[in-house]
């Protein structure tokens, strides 16, 4: 079974199509309008083996920020759709990702219901054009429309660009970890309580 989904999110801010393949091969094709973002999403995708194509045209004449929080909700919704109803997925997922001088760790629960705790202590506050306060609004989004919890927390680095980066691959791990099927749970619910 591969498990799949396309999304397409129009506002007056951005207009957005995401197509997902969670049982990829970490194929990509990304136009966001923000490079940055597209590098961040490359690391998702070649470290989750996630297929993904991402297609947004946003108001960047403005700024960055619904374009970036627009393509997280977005992704978060492609992920639930793509995940089906969680039978037989392993549920939980996690990451330690170093990057030079830079380590991050970041743990996933398909739970059902949505939380982000993340701890980055942030280097500078750009990374070329890129705020990072933005890399916040991405995953906020995220979890807001996939309905996970999703713990980041960056434990060292001196570079900003490196500890978004190990933030970002860790984050592909666990995801790809998380959703991975478990040919051992028969495909039952991953919970006491019989759905998530």
Not at 67 to 91: Q, S
Not at 112 to 139: C, N, Q, T, Y
């Amino acid at each position: 079974m591969t498990r799949t989904a396309e999304i397409t999110r129009n506002t007056n801010e951005t207009q957005i199509r995401v197509a997902i393949n969670l049982d990829g091969t970490g194929v990509q094709k990304l136009n966001t309008g923000v490079p940055f973002l597209d590098h961040m999403l490359d690391q998702i995708a070649r470290h989750g083996l996630i297929d993904l194509d991402i297609e947004c045209v946003g108001d960047l004449h403005i700024d960055a920020h619904h374009t970036v929080e627009d393509t997280g909700i977005t992704l978060g919704m492609a992920v639930a759709k793509a995940i089906g109803d969680k039978k037989g997925i392993r549920r939980y997922g996690h990451a330690y990702v170093p990057l030079d001088e830079a380590l991050s760790r970041v743990v996933i629960d398909f739970s059902g219901r949505p939380g982000l705790e993340m701890h980055v202590p942030w280097k500078r506050s750009m990374i070329g054009g890129f705020d990072v306060d933005l890399a916040h609004e991405f995953f906020q989004g995220f979890v807001n429309h996939a309905l996970v919890s999703l713990h980041i927390d960056n434990l060292r680095g001196e570079n900003a660009h490196h500890q978004c980066e190990t933030v970002f691959k860790a984050f592909g791990r666990a995801l790809r970890m998380a959703a991975e099927l478990d040919a051992r749970s028969a495909g039952t619910i991953p919970s006491t309580k019989g759905s998530l």
